[in-house]
């Protein structure tokens, strides 16, 4: 499966941005996915994940401000964020397996292009 993030931005501190995540092949729906960002001189991090039935987990630092979401039929993953803060500044990405812990270890042996988004103060 392979995923495209798109839908970052520059943003003022307050504001809000929807991340999309376009997947191909037919596999997408029975996997689980995840966000991850990765800040400058930073590990990447996992910011959400979700099941292939829609449970979900965050990263305490989004805990109450982002919310992780999929449409099938479209293959398509959503990270909707609000309440953006300067330190929410990265590179986000995507991507997507059929094992959870793979994904909420964000274990890949590859990562597609991210989007950048940054938040100003």
């Known amino acids: 499966v392979q995923l495209q993030a798109s839908g970052g931005g520059l943003v003022q501190a307050g504001g809000s941005l929807r991340l999309s995540c376009a997947a191909s092949?037919?596999?997408?729906?029975?996997?689980?996915a995840g966000w991850y960002r990765q800040a400058t001189g930073k590990q990447r991090e996992l910011v959400a994940a979700?099941?292939?039935?829609?449970?979900?987990i965050y990263g305490n630092s989004v805990q109450g401000r982002f919310v992780i979401s999929r449409d099938n039929a479209k293959n398509t993953l959503y990270l909707q964020m609000d309440s953006l803060k300067p330190e929410d500044t990265a590179v986000y990405y995507c991507?997507?397996?059929?094992?959870?812990?793979?994904?909420?270890?964000?274990?890949?042996?590859?990562w597609g292009q991210g989007t950048q988004v940054t938040v100003s103060s």
């Open positions: 991507n997507t397996h059929p094992d959870w812990a793979t994904v909420v270890e964000g274990r890949f042996s590859s």
């Open positions: 092949g037919s596999r997408f729906r029975f996997n689980a």
């Open positions: 979700i099941t292939a039935g829609d449970y979900t």
